[in-house]
């Protein structure tokens, strides 16, 4: 799997789309999250099936172009997404959960995180 350093517009577009629609409940799941004790709200996202986290919405039923899944960092440690030796560059790199969603694409040609402003009210 390929990570490319730039989101390109193909993804931007999409995401930014889908982002719109889901963005309340995912600043609410990412509250739940901490509130249940676990930092680091993460949201993978993909097109196809994939193990990370549990499903928040699914693109056919809510009719976005991406599956939206629940998650955090300690699932990404265990996993090895996020390895221990860079945990505090992911730490220092991860911006106010009030105020960005975490997103992890995960697409054939793209795989990164990606932190994205949630909507003013």
Not at 94 to 110: I, S, T
């Amino acid at each position: 799997m390929h990570n490319d350093p730039e989101l390109s517009g193909k993804y931007l577009g999409t995401i930014s789309q889908d982002f719109v629609r889901v963005s309340d409940a995912l600043k609410e799941a990412s509250y739940q999250i901490r509130k249940a004790g676990f930092e680091y709200p993460i949201f993978p996202i993909c097109k196809e099936a994939q193990p990370i986290g549990q499903l928040l919405f699914d693109q056919i039923q809510n009719g976005t172009d991406w599956n939206y899944f629940a998650s955090f960092l300690d699932e990404f440690l265990q996993r090895g997404i996020v390895e221990k030796d860079k945990l505090e560059d992911f730490k220092s790199a991860y911006k106010d959960p009030d105020e960005f969603c975490c997103l992890f694409v995960v697409d054939k040609e793209f795989t990164n995180f990606l932190f994205i402003p949630y909507p003013e009210d």
